[in-house]
């Protein structure tokens, strides 16, 4: 009898948190139609409204800040188990000067592409979103797909009115790079974080070994891949069979070689497009096309030497697969297993990597550091279509990006919790910093940061930092982005089919002899051709303009 | 007894008693039906993204108004799973490992639930059933490691005898042939433990009484596995091979994903339905796409279960779904 | 109970498979039970191995040199862990409980032959097997109008029907109630709910147990639901997830690497080891393998054990 109560009385608890839930359904479309008339009223507000701000640091059009506001702000990459000390004194300073209560949601390198495009294809309420070119791309598919509000949207131009400080501060190259095309015509649809926003490849150098077998780092850079051969085969004569010399990442080895640049948009992590850049003067019209890139003579070049190394046993099988390819790459370079790799560079790399590895690394750069739509869109904030108070959150990343005392908290933490400065003005954390350990290069303007030990001195950031990104030349079709929209179809197709073949190829593992004739006429299939051609009247349309 | 008794009652007290036990009994279904009619009903609504191109409606975005006002493109999001030679591919292979994992899994897991009946030391079937279970409490990724170990090309036990003894090293990451044996030996030792316990406890309903009868009549031991334990077992392997049925055009993704190491040049045995769209979606990340080959899939599942359920209800009514 | 299980064990010494075929049998399961266990020892081996020994020979099962490296890293994650484990502990309980209970009731309706709606309601819950509205509906469905957001509701209510189960358990009440006994009971004037609990529940003991094991499974295995709806809640992080995220953030980093360039290096180097990765499998397998035998009691003990006819 006893169950049978229990029974009932459980089941009828269920039925009562569904009618609550079903109650809660009838709310969802008053609450959506009553956020867009908010939005609305609250934007014509702000146009005539002429209330000057008391803040002298507020931005340059007034902004009502009198109703308190939460903004709920989701990042990249973070590691964080307790934000509370932070968060409090963050509040306490945006209450102050915003008005504005901030909730951050800390994305993980797990978990952030699904839950944040799950958020932004449900219209959860959330104000900010962390975007980029990488991750799944979300910045130029979620513009398209109308996410993210146009910040300098000739009708209401959020930068204008409430970001105008930021904007100045930030280098021309990125404001040009955020400008794409989205749901509201050609402009910037997301704030670019000032981190580094140069690419430059580099091949990886064991100096430490190179020197045992008697050659010099002026031996490697005095030669190109197709002339390494001898100091390879040097290493593994010394260092018997089970040494690979060359520890590569197979996609990135072949943009190495061959002088390709990623055209943004194009199918994912095995790209099918190709763009090239003159080695010696990145900037230089080189007679702008985009082709396919396994198709080229060079392609072929490549990958016939890259057979040859590996039939040597120069390069490890496992980085074949892209299982376990990156597991080795990391685990070699950690051990100092190699004599020469691939690496994209940043910079002051060479400090970090010795002392990782306890040998010594020098970085031999294949071009000099350039700049493409892909390279600037690395970390940028857009504010959501969704967000009840855009105005709020504008104001919020302007003061973010232009705020040492705002940036720092954020981003190290509190000081005397998180971290304190040392004699010279560096930063060293403490224990305390492993629950609160955002993604640096994730947040914004890291060059208003004070400089981690080990980084270089306090001046880094004004003195190394920028004027290297600054010299960073764009390529000629910088500001080009490629939209995939019409050639969706053929893309998927191309993904499944680079991916039977490039890694393989790019790492030897196969013979080009046989593979790569396979591979092409795959391709064609699947529609290679007409992907090609949009990309390129795209392109001239892009140099037409 | 029971007839005498019915038949005194008045017919308008047989009525209201068997509406009572209506009612009784749709009480009891109830708390599972809501779930299932908020949970999976009410967002079949998605199922319109296939035919959209889904954009967010940038006045007032939430998921009724994004799809309120995405435009209908058509079959255009289906396109994708045939715009490639290798339409033939997946789908061979996707159907093909299914038959055999569905057949295979059938007759092993019924055989080992037999044989495991017949071990009269109770601690060593518990201790069998219980180590059976085991790789179902791992990932496939896990399970990719553990494979890698004995296949690696340059570090795996397997090269490595093989290089001890003089023979030619076999390149298993490269080589297709063995892997359609390896992919199968891995979903047996993966899946069986599960099965093996449906198996198990639809044994233990079967009266002992009608394996004593057998054996006075004279049964041997098989002769009591074929006439009393299988026909018993008749309706637990006929709902579970339907049920699988249904699923024939559904890949295990992790299987196919991570036990071959994504490697490239084994595709061709490889490559399933559920691994062309995942690779198709890291690409798009057109939502409109997934949705699209997932009804493909599962109108197909939905055809061959109907199928399968309709000949079974002919040939024995009592086994059927429904 | 004591007493009928040891009748039945003597019944069946009498009525046993000759000695051949039992030591063939014997045979069969323990290469079968080698190569399922074996694994998990490889996966232990590892979890303790040194990373220096993973780097210079790779996955083996005679490691270089031992280290509790791994475990160490797992330990320093200190409260969380231990609250994971609570969080996992209770969301499996009150899970397995509830969606037992489900299960049980809509099962015993699919197999009362005289229910009316018999008919609708198994196609109603079969349906749903193979049609699905897709993740980002059933993400709003649950997060918007549910409610299921950072909160114990939101990793129990998503798992709590599994339709397959509903129909295996009708299949398992179908195989050992004897419907006269349905009847009998009706005609006692036994209600629905005391003839399902006070008769029917008590000899399909097997049954039920299994659909529990399966369940608790489910529920102890599952990370995905807590990665969509407790993303960002470290109160309520289950084990599974908490483990998962640690692997998928290296996943994830490793498949952004050749865009991320020296970012993605410089991070990688401070993940995860991969002995670490082992030594979280150990971590999330060994207490569900200790609940094992707790529902296998009545599975295996069943085998000896008829069902008692009333």
New interface residues.
């Given amino acids: 009898m006893k169950k049978k109560v229990l029974s009932i009385v459980?089941?009828a608890v269920?039925?009562a948190s569904?009618f609550a839930?079903c109650g809660k359904k009838e709310d969802?479309?008053a609450d959506?139609?009553e956020?867009?008339t908010v939005e609305e009223s609250s934007a014509g507000e702000d146009t005539d409204a002429e209330t000057p701000s008391e803040d002298e640091e507020a931005p340059a059009t007034a902004l009502d800040i009198s109703e308190p506001v939460t903004l709920r702000w989701y990042l990249h990459g973070s590691n964080v188990t307790d934000d509370s000390a932070v968060m409090e004194k963050v509040n306490e300073y945006l209450g102050e000067k915003l008005n504005v209560t901030l909730e951050p949601i800390w994305g993980t390198w797990a978990d952030f592409d699904e839950g944040s495009?799950l958020a932004?294809?449900?219209?959860d309420d959330i104000d900010i979103y962390f975007t980029c070119s990488w991750s799944?791309?979300e910045y130029n598919?979620?513009a398209k797909?109308?996410?993210w509000?146009r910040l300098d949207d000739p009708e209401n131009n959020l930068i204008e009115q409430y970001g105008s400080d930021v904007w100045a501060a930030l280098p021309d190259v990125l404001k040009e790079g955020a400008v794409i095309d989205g749901?509201?015509g050609v402009g910037v649809y997301a704030l670019p974080g000032y981190k580094d926003y140069g690419t430059q490849n580099t091949w990886d150098v064991n100096v430490t070994l190179l020197e045992e077998l008697g050659y010099s780092l002026s031996d490697v850079e005095s030669r190109d891949y197709y002339s390494f051969g001898d100091l390879l085969q040097a290493a593994k004569d010394a260092k018997g069979d089970?040494f690979y010399p060359l520890n590569i990442e197979a996609m990135v080895l072949e943009r190495m070689v061959t002088n390709s640049v990623i055209v943004n948009g194009d199918?994912?992590?095995c790209n099918v497009l190709s763009y090239y850049i003159d080695p010696t003067d990145v900037s230089k019209d080189i007679g702008s096309k985009i082709v396919s890139k396994f198709g080229t003579e060079e392609f072929k070049k490549f990958a016939e030497q890259t057979r040859e190394y590996y039939l040597a046993g120069y390069i490890?099988?496992?980085q074949?697969?892209?299982?376990?390819a990156n597991d080795v790459l990391t685990s070699k370079q950690l051990a100092g297993d190699y004599l020469i790799g691939t690496q994209s560079y940043a910079l002051g790399y060479e400090v970090q990597a010795s002392a990782d590895r306890g040998i010594h690394v020098e970085f031999v750069p294949c071009t000099p550091p350039y700049v493409d739509k892909t390279s600037t869109q690395g970390a940028m904030m857009a504010i959501?279509?969704?967000s009840k108070n855009p105005e709020r959150a504008m104001a919020f990343l302007n003061l973010l990006n232009t705020d040492p005392y705002l940036m720092t908290l954020l981003e190290y933490g509190v000081e005397g919790v998180h971290y304190n400065l040392n004699g010279e003005g560096l930063v060293e954390f403490t224990d305390e910093r492993a629950n609160y350990t955002p993604w640096r290069n994730g947040m914004g303007n890291i060059t208003l940061l004070p400089t981690m030990d080990g980084e270089g001195d306090s001046n880094f950031f004004q003195e190394v930092f920028v004027p290297y990104y600054e010299s960073a030349k764009g390529i000629p079709a910088f500001g080009y982005v490629f939209d995939?929209t019409s050639v969706?179809?053929?893309?998927?197709?191309?993904?499944?089919?680079a991916?039977?073949?490039?890694?393989?190829l790019c790492a030897g593992?196969?013979d080009p002899e046989t593979a790569l004739p396979e591979f092409l006429q795959?391709l064609e299939?699947?529609?290679m051709q007409k992907v090609i051609d949009e990309a390129n009247a795209q392109l001239d349309a892009y140099f037409a303009q | 007894?029971?007839k005498t008794?019915s038949a005194v009652k008045k017919p308008s007290k047989m009525k209201s008693a068997s509406k009572k036990?209506?009612l009784?009994?749709?009480?009891?279904?109830?708390?599972?039906?809501?779930?299932?009619l908020?949970?999976?009903?009410?967002?079949?609504?998605?199922?319109i993204?296939a035919f959209q191109d889904?954009?967010?409606?940038?006045?007032?975005?939430?998921?009724?108004?994004?799809l309120k006002n995405s435009a209908f493109v058509g079959f255009?999001n289906f396109?994708?799973l045939f715009?490639?030679?290798?339409t033939w591919v997946m789908v061979r292979n996707t159907l093909g490992y299914n038959l055999v994992f569905i057949v295979l899994g059938l007759v092993i897991s019924v055989a080992?639930a037999v044989?495991?009946?017949?071990?009269?030391h109770?601690f060593?079937?518990?201790?069998?059933?219980?180590?059976?279970?085991?790789?179902?409490?791992?990932?496939w990724?896990?399970?990719?490691?553990?494979l890698?170990?004995f296949l690696?090309?340059?570090?795996?036990?397997i090269p490595h005898m093989q290089s001890n003894m003089g023979v030619t090293v076999t390149?298993f990451?490269?080589n297709t042939k063995p892997w359609p044996f390896l992919l199968v030996l891995c979903n047996v030792?993966k899946n069986?433990?599960?099965s093996v316990?449906?198996y198990?406890?639809?044994?233990?309903?079967?009266?002992?009484?009608?394996?004593?009868a057998a054996?006075i009549d004279g049964a041997s031991?098989w002769q009591?596995v074929l006439y009393v334990t299988l026909p018993?077992l008749k309706?637990?392997i006929i709902?579970l091979f339907i049920?699988n049925v249904?699923k024939i055009f559904n890949a295990d993704f992790g299987l196919f994903w991570?036990v071959p190491?994504?490697?490239?040049?084994l595709?061709p045995v490889t490559?399933v339905i559920d691994t062309?769209v995942y690779?198709?979606m890291?690409?798009?990340?057109?939502?409109g796409?997934?949705?699209a080959a997932?009804l493909v899939q599962?109108i197909v599942?939905?055809v061959c279960?109907m199928t399968a359920n309709t000949i079974v209800r002919k040939v024995d009514p009592?086994s059927s779904?429904? | 109970m004591a007493k009928s299980q040891a009748m039945?064990?003597r019944?069946?010494?009498?009525?046993?498979?000759?000695v051949p075929?039992?030591i063939i049998?014997?045979i069969?399961?323990?290469l079968?039970?080698l190569?399922?266990?074996v694994?998990?020892i490889?996966?232990i081996i590892?979890s303790f191995t040194s990373e220096e020994s993973i780097r210079a020979?790779?996955?083996?099962?005679v490691p270089q040199s031992l280290s509790t490296a791994a475990y160490k890293v797992v330990f320093d994650l200190g409260e969380m862990l231990y609250r994971a484990y609570f969080n996992s502990f209770y969301i499996t309980i009150l899970g397995t409980v509830l969606s037992v209970?489900?299960?049980v009731?809509?099962s015993?309706?699919?197999f009362?032959r005289?229910?009316?709606?018999r008919?609708f309601?198994?196609?109603?819950?079969?349906f749903?097997?193979?049609?699905?509205?897709?993740?980002?509906?059933?993400y709003?469905?649950?997060k918007?109008?549910?409610g299921l957001s950072d909160n114990y509701a939101a990793l129990i209510?998503?798992l709590?029907?599994n339709?397959?189960n509903?129909?295996?358990m009708r299949?398992?009440f179908?195989?050992?109630v004897p419907e006269e006994l349905i009847?009998a009971a009706?005609?006692d004037g036994s209600?629905?709910?005391n003839t399902?609990f006070r008769i029917i529940v008590p000899i399909s003991k097997?049954?039920i147990?299994?659909i529990a094991?399966?369940n608790a499974?489910a529920y102890w295995?599952e990370w995905y639901t807590a990665m969509l709806y407790v993303p960002n809640d470290n109160k309520h992080i289950p084990l599974q997830y908490l483990l998962m995220r640690l692997?998928r953030n290296v996943d994830n980093l490793k498949k952004m690497a050749a865009q991320m360039g020296a970012e993605a290096s410089k991070m990688m180097k401070d993940m995860p080891s991969q002995s670490m990765?082992?030594a979280l499998?150990v971590m999330?397998?060994i207490p569900?393998?200790f609940a094992?035998?707790f529902f296998?009691r009545y599975?295996?003990a069943?085998?000896?054990?008829?069902?008692v006819?009333g």
């Fill in positions: 459980l089941s269920m039925v569904v839930g969802v479309p959506s139609t956020e867009s495009t932004i294809n449900g219209g799944a791309n598919q979620f797909k109308g996410a509000v749901t509201d089970d199918a994912g992590t490890d099988p496992a074949a697969n892209a299982q376990t959501s279509t969704a995939p969706e179809t053929e893309l998927a197709a191309l993904a499944n089919v991916g039977q073949y490039a890694m393989s593992s196969v795959k299939d699947a529609g | 007894m029971s008794n036990k209506t009784m009994l749709t009480t009891m279904v109830l708390p599972g039906a809501i779930w299932l908020l949970l999976r009903y009410l967002p079949l609504g998605g199922i993204m889904y954009k967010i409606y940038t006045k007032a975005p939430s998921f009724i108004n994004n255009k396109k994708f715009a490639t030679s290798d080992f044989m495991l009946n017949e071990v009269t109770k060593a079937a518990k201790t069998y059933q219980t180590l059976m279970f085991f790789p179902y409490f791992m990932s990724v896990v399970a990719s490691y553990f890698q170990a690696d090309p340059t570090r795996g036990l390149d990451y490269n030792w069986t433990g599960y316990v449906l198990l406890s639809a044994i233990t309903g079967i009266d002992a009484s009608q394996y004593e054996s031991k009591q018993h309706t637990m709902i049920m249904g991570n190491l994504q490697s490239g040049p595709y490559q062309y690779r198709a890291t690409t798009t990340q057109n939502y796409m997934s949705t997932g599962n599942g939905f279960i009592d779904l429904f | 039945g064990g019944k069946r010494r009498i009525n046993a498979v000759s075929t039992e049998i014997h069969v399961m323990i079968f039970c190569l399922c266990i694994p998990f490889f996966v590892i020979l790779g996955y083996s099962f209970l489900v299960c009731l809509y015993y309706a699919l009362r005289d229910y009316k709606y008919t309601f198994t196609f109603f819950s079969f749903t097997m193979l049609f699905g509205g897709g993740l980002v509906p059933t709003i469905v649950c918007q109008l549910l209510v998503p709590l029907v339709p397959f509903f129909i295996i299949t398992f179908a195989s050992s009847e009706s005609i209600g629905e709910y399902l097997p049954g147990a299994t094991l399966l499974l295995n692997q990765r082992m499998v999330v397998v569900i393998a094992y035998p296998q599975i295996i069943g085998l000896t054990v008829g069902s006819k």
